[in-house]
């Protein structure tokens, strides 16, 4: 059977978060379909649950791998079923943003973790998600990262590629070129500029909401052309949303050392253990 995001979520979390959830009971397939949630394969003979979600409340149809009619009922795998249920939901409450493979489950709640993630992940395949809302569906959603220089990310409803090698090229351009315009600008005008992330960027958003996100502002432009440096400009200028959202981790104005955060151990701490 080909893995689902759902399956390694789930095994992860019971394996590495000490969390076992129950499959709601399902039946069983008399023809071969495909999971309207992660569109996993159940063949024949195999076992699925029909869902009929809250017409007011579940907005994402569109996001189903089987589209079904907004409102109506569809078939899920039952590590989909699983994901849907309200222990599931309970569970993602306490572990919003988080890494799950074979080997472990990690948190990303904190930048530091992110920061963890981004310069040393953990061996493939794994399933990464940051849930930007309470009880957002995105387990299901989150692609499988099979490639540890290719990192697919969910956060909330848009799927990040992250190019880990142009990341961190971009991340030592950037760092360079923020020391740069520090520099030439306490040289020039005698004071110090209030650059404080190591980025010529106006902004890096992490939610990518904000419309100055991944800009570079008119004056660095014309600094970089009239100094020398169009190739770094062309290089930041052709970075995609995901080396994007890893600068807003890794070059932000607060450095921070990568902290590796195990689930278990955090919800022992959130417990009071
Ligand atoms: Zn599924």
Partial sequence: MIASSSRIV???????????????????????????????????GGRFVVLRPDAGSFTDWQYLAV????????????????LFTKAFQVYQTRAAAAVYSAEGAWMLSFDAERRWFLLTPPEPPFVAYIATTMGQHVAWRAPITTDKNLIRLAVGRTLLTINRPLLLEASDICRDLADAIRQEIKDTQGKAINL????????????MEDPEHGMIPPRFREWMRKTGRTNELAFLDGLGEGELWGLSVLNKAKHEDPIKTCIKDRLAAKRGE
């Fill in 67 to 82: 589209h079904g009619a907004p409102g109506g009922e569809f078939a899920v795998c039952p590590s989909c079923a699983t």
């Fill in 196 to 207: 404080k992330p190591d980025h010529p960027f106006a902004r890096l958003d992490r939610k």
């Fill in 10 to 44: 789930l095994d992860s979390v019971a394996r590495h978060a000490g969390v076992t959830l129950a499959a709601p009971e399902g039946i069983v397939a008399d023809d071969d379909i495909h999971c309207g949630a992660c569109g996993v394969a159940i063949p024949c």
